[in-house]
C-alpha cells in the first residue's frame, strides 16, 4: 500500500468540497425546479381537475341518493303490507278464552295493608279495568288510588300504563295495565278526587276503542287459515300458533298459554 502524504489529502479534501457544492447547487436548483412544477404549472391544472372530479362525483351521488330514495319508498310501500300481516296475525293468535276478570282482593299485597276495591272503571268484553284504594310506604299521602286492568289485547297492539306501584309492584305483573291515579291522607280524600275526575285513563280508553273495531273487523274478514302458508308450528293443545314472522331461538316452540315463564316473559 503506497504511503499517504499530507497533498494527496489536501488534494482530497478539495475534491471533496467541490463535489458537495457541486451536489448542493444540483439539489437547490432542481428543488426550485420541482416548486415550479408543483405550485405554478400544475398547481391550477390539478385544481381544474379536482374540481371536474368532484363534480362528477357529486353527479354520481345525487343519482345513486335519487334511486336509493325511491328503492326505499318502494320497499316501506311493502313493507307496510307486512306490517298490517304481522298485526292482522297477532290479533288472530289472541286467546279468546284468556280469563280477565279481576277480584277485589287482587290488590292486596300485605297482610298489614288496605285494600279497598271501588268497583271495575272498565268492564268490557276484552278490557277490564278495576279501581283500587291500597296503602302505600309513603309518611305522608300514604294512602293510593290505583287502576289495574287486563286485556284480551297485547301491549303490541295498546300502549299501557305501566306505573311501579310500591316495592312490591312484581306482584302486579299479571296485570297488562298499572296505573298511579292519585296520592291522598286518607280514602275519602282519594274518593273524592275521584267523584272531579271521571275522565281518568281517557287516551288508555280511546285505543281500546279503535283496537276492539279492529279487532273485530280483522275476526269478521280472516281466519288463521288464511295466513297457513306462513304456520310453522301449532300448539297441540291450544292451537297457538308460531309464523315465519316469528323469531324462534330453540329448535322447539314453546306456548306461552301453558307456561308460565314464557307467559312472564311475553308480557315484558
Known amino acids: 500500500m503506497a504511503k499517504?502524504?499530507?497533498?494527496q489529502i489536501l488534494e482530497t479534501r478539495e475534491v471533496i468540497e467541490e463535489l458537495s457544492k457541486a451536489r448542493d447547487e444540483e439539489r437547490e436548483k432542481r428543488d426550485k425546479e420541482i416548486?415550479?412544477?408543483?405550485w405554478d404549472i400544475y398547481r391550477e391544472k390539478i385544481k381544474r381537475i379536482e374540481k371536474e372530479r368532484d363534480n362528477a362525483i357529486c353527479a354520481v351521488e345525487a343519482t345513486r341518493d335519487n334511486a336509493i330514495a325511491e328503492k326505499n319508498q318502494e320497499?316501506?310501500?311493502?313493507?307496510?303490507?307486512?306490517?298490517?300481516?304481522?298485526r292482522i296475525l297477532e290479533i288472530l293468535s289472541l286467546d279468546e278464552n284468556e280469563p280477565l276478570a279481576i277480584g277485589d282482593d287482587e290488590a292486596k299485597l300485605r297482610t298489614e295493608s288496605l285494600s279497598e276495591s271501588l268497583g271495575y272503571l272498565l268492564d268490557d268484553d276484552y278490557l277490564k279495568i278495576k279501581l283500587f284504594i291500597v296503602t302505600n310506604r309513603k309518611p305522608k299521602n300514604k294512602y293510593s288510588l290505583i287502576?289495574?286492568?287486563?286485556?284480551?289485547?297485547h301491549d303490541v297492539l295498546i300502549k299501557y300504563p305501566d306505573a311501579?306501584?310500591?316495592d312490591l309492584n312484581d306482584l302486579y305483573s299479571r296485570f297488562k295495565l298499572?296505573?298511579?291515579?292519585?296520592?291522598?291522607?286518607?280514602?275519602?280524600e282519594l274518593k273524592a278526587w275521584l267523584a272531579k275526575h271521571p275522565m281518568i285513563l281517557k287516551n288508555t280508553l280511546e285505543q281500546y276503542n279503535q283496537v276492539?273495531?279492529?279487532?273485530i273487523a280483522t275476526k269478521q274478514e280472516y281466519e288463521i287459515d288464511d295466513f297457513k302458508e306462513l304456520i310453522t308450528w301449532t300448539c297441540p293443545q291450544c292451537n297457538n300458533f308460531r309464523t315465519t314472522f316469528d323469531y324462534e331461538s330453540v329448535d322447539t316452540p314453546q306456548c306461552y298459554?301453558?307456561?308460565p315463564y314464557i307467559d312472564m316473559i311475553r308480557r315484558q
Open 4 to 7: 499517504i502524504t499530507v497533498a
Open 35 to 38: 416548486y415550479h412544477l408543483k
Open 75 to 86: 320497499i316501506q310501500s311493502h313493507h307496510t303490507l307486512i306490517q298490517q300481516a304481522k
Open 147 to 153: 287502576a289495574l286492568g287486563r286485556s284480551l289485547f
Open 164 to 166: 311501579y306501584i310500591d
Open 178 to 188: 298499572r296505573a298511579i291515579l292519585q296520592f291522598a291522607s286518607t280514602p275519602d
Open 212 to 215: 276492539k273495531l279492529e279487532y
Open 257 to 259: 298459554r301453558h307456561d
